[in-house]
Nanobody, 126 residues
Framework: VQLVESGGGLVQAGGSLRLSCVAS????????VGWFRQAPGKEREFVAT???????YYADSMKGRFTISRDDAKNTLALQMNSLKPEDTAVYYC?????????????????????WGQGTQVTVSS
């Protein structure tokens, strides 16, 4: 089982980045998926989640700036991040949670997630 994130980097405040996560080794379209982040010295924080059916849910501070999407044909998850702020600096992780019976299920709590990627660093300079 693997989730592999990419697309992180260094960007100036106000800029954009697009993160990608590629899944393998499990039935991706049986899972809701999400993005979380962790800044140094802080707890892992919810960013956005998307259900199998495409329903989305965002943390308040990301609404209107971030867009989560999934492509089940390619087993991928994406996070388009616009209007980035220095406080968005963190390691970003994708996760997957098993939801075979609930196509509309999504999960903003990180605890139940079954699979995690290794993370990709996003640094926003002021």
């Amino acid at each position: 089982v693997q989730l592999v994130e990419s697309g992180g980097g260094l960007v100036q405040a106000g800029g954009s980045l697009r993160l990608s996560c590629v899944a393998s080794g499990f039935v991706y379209d049986d899972h809701a998926v999400g993005w979380f982040r962790q800044a140094p010295g802080k707890e892992r924080e919810f960013v956005a989640t998307i259900s199998r059916s495409g329903l989305t849910y965002y943390a308040d501070s990301m609404k209107g700036r971030f867009t989560i999407s999934r492509d089940d044909a390619k087993n991928t998850l994406a996070l388009q991040m616009n209007s980035l702020k220095p406080e968005d600096t963190a390691v970003y992780y994708c996760g997957a949670i098993f939801a075979p019976l609930s196509p509309d299920f999504y999960q903003p709590d990180s605890e139940p997630y079954r699979y995690w990627g290794q993370g990709t660093q996003v640094t926003v300079s002021s």
